[in-house]
């Protein structure tokens, strides 16, 4: 029995924040049940289709999916738990905003069985956030951090980004330390993408916002994995840091590209040897399932040549790297059968990777230049 990951994806925010591409829609709230609605029939078709699938973890993602009403996002975890065969014990997260959580909410979600929680904290300095779009405070999130412990959340997670015009190297120390204090189970630091079609993309090219600053951004990711592991963090994928055991098991999925279904608005899936997505649009998503159609943007095949350059790009994105058993038992063949050993040997004399027995990782080099390195062991020609 295939072993599978599940997405769902809430499209609706309060507000949306200034940096902001994902499919998200701000002020949209008289769609939230008749979307719902929808999810509930797209459960309902796939509940055929991968019978023969087991779900191991869920992820409640966004959009900002503590912005709808708990109840909503309880009947739709009863109807995949209906429909679904699903582990025992499966990780069951949610993402959520400070401002949009209260007691109740966090209660709710308790009882539904979700059990890990990701809190969308960005930056600690209320000047920043106000800068970037956030509706919340820094008291916001102290006041939300505290409600989540108190009904019993024992793993969460904290989003930071760094990287954000204006923003110095002593607000980044004090976010990261005043964090630690905290101890969340699992940390999160993001390089700031400045995505066209947002509005900070419009601000910093109208001169209203300076462009990022590449040397501090590095600066930046350096001092995150000092003091992160210093304070007892492991850094197990380039942008993740966890306690021990702590990994998201819903995130490793994704990272050594482990198939999963991807439900809502907009979300991407990776099953029966291909990769699919549905449309962006959530007045074509709600109307295709009212008529008990999938809601398809596009669907594409994954040859053995894709499957392999898409394992080697997720799986070197973790610490430890690529697993040459598990490649090997995957695949049939030896990892050398793909990457040379005279780039495996180039990149180790640059000091941008690292080989052993069981592994083949980046250096923390190699994982500063991380683009530039897949370039050299990427793509994988037909085979």
């Given amino acids: 029995m295939d072993k599978i990951g599940l997405y769902i994806h809430m499209p609706f925010c309060e507000k949306k924040c200034f940096y902001c591409d994902f499919n998200s829609y701000e002020g949209a709230g008289e769609y939230i049940d008749s979307y719902i609605d929808a999810l509930i029939r797209e459960v309902n078709i796939y509940s055929s289709k991968i019978k023969d699938s087991k779900i191991t973890s869920i992820y409640i993602g966004g959009g900002t999916p503590s912005y709808i009403p708990s109840s909503r996002i309880n009947y739709v975890l009863d109807a995949v738990f209906n429909k679904f065969d699903i582990v025992r014990n499966p990780e069951?997260?949610?993402?959520?905003?400070?401002?949009?959580?209260?007691?109740?909410?966090?209660?709710?979600?308790?009882?539904?069985?979700?059990?890990?929680?990701?809190?969308?904290?960005?930056?600690?300095?209320?000047?920043?956030l106000s800068r970037i779009g956030r509706i919340h405070t820094k008291e916001d999130f102290l006041y939300s951090y505290?409600?989540?412990?108190d009904t019993g959340f024992d793993n969460i997670n904290?989003?930071?980004?760094?990287?954000?015009?204006?923003?110095?190297?002593?607000?980044?120390?004090e976010s990261l330390y005043e964090v630690i204090k905290l101890e969340p189970e699992h940390i999160s630091c993001y390089s700031l993408q400045v995505s066209e079609n947002t509005p900070l993309y419009d601000m910093i090219?109208?001169?209203?916002?300076?462009?990022?600053d590449e040397d501090l951004d590095r600066d930046m990711y350096s001092l995150v994995k000092q003091v992160l592991e210093t304070n007892g963090y492991e850094h197990y994928e380039i942008s993740n840091?966890?306690?021990?055991?702590?990994?998201?098991?819903?995130?490793?999925?994704?990272?050594?590209?482990?198939?999963?279904?991807?439900?809502?608005?907009?979300?991407?899936?990776?099953?029966?040897?291909?990769?699919?997505?549905?449309?962006?649009?959530?007045?074509?998503?709600?109307?295709?399932?009212?008529?008990?159609?999938?809601?398809?943007?596009?669907?594409?095949?994954?040859?053995l040549s894709t499957c392999i350059n898409d394992e080697l790009m997720l799986a070197m994105r973790l610490i430890r790297g690529v697993n040459r058993n598990i490649f090997k038992k995957h695949f049939a063949m030896p990892i050398e059968m793909i990457i040379p050993n005279e780039t495996i040997s180039f990149l180790e004399e640059k000091k941008l990777l690292h080989q052993d027995e069981k592994y083949i990782s980046l250096t923390d080099k190699g994982m500063d230049i991380y683009n530039s390195v897949m370039i050299e062991l990427l793509p994988i020609k037909h085979i």
């Fill in 92 to 128: 069951i997260s949610i993402e959520a905003n400070p401002g949009t959580l209260n007691k109740n909410k966090l209660i709710r979600y308790r009882r539904a069985g979700i059990n890990r929680l990701s809190i969308g904290l960005q930056a600690l300095q209320n000047k920043i």
């Fill in 146 to 149: 505290s409600m989540a412990r």
């Fill in 158 to 173: 904290i989003d930071l980004i760094f990287g954000i015009p204006t923003q110095k190297m002593e607000d980044w120390e």
């Fill in 205 to 212: 090219n109208s001169g209203q916002m300076p462009h990022p």
């Fill in 241 to 303: 840091f966890c306690k021990k055991g702590r990994q998201c098991r819903h995130n490793l999925i994704y990272w050594l590209n482990r198939k999963y279904l991807g439900l809502g608005c907009s979300a991407h899936s990776y099953l029966f040897d291909s990769r699919f997505a549905n449309t962006d649009s959530i007045h074509e998503y709600i109307q295709s399932l009212n008529k008990e159609s999938l809601p398809l943007k596009f669907k594409e095949y994954v040859d």
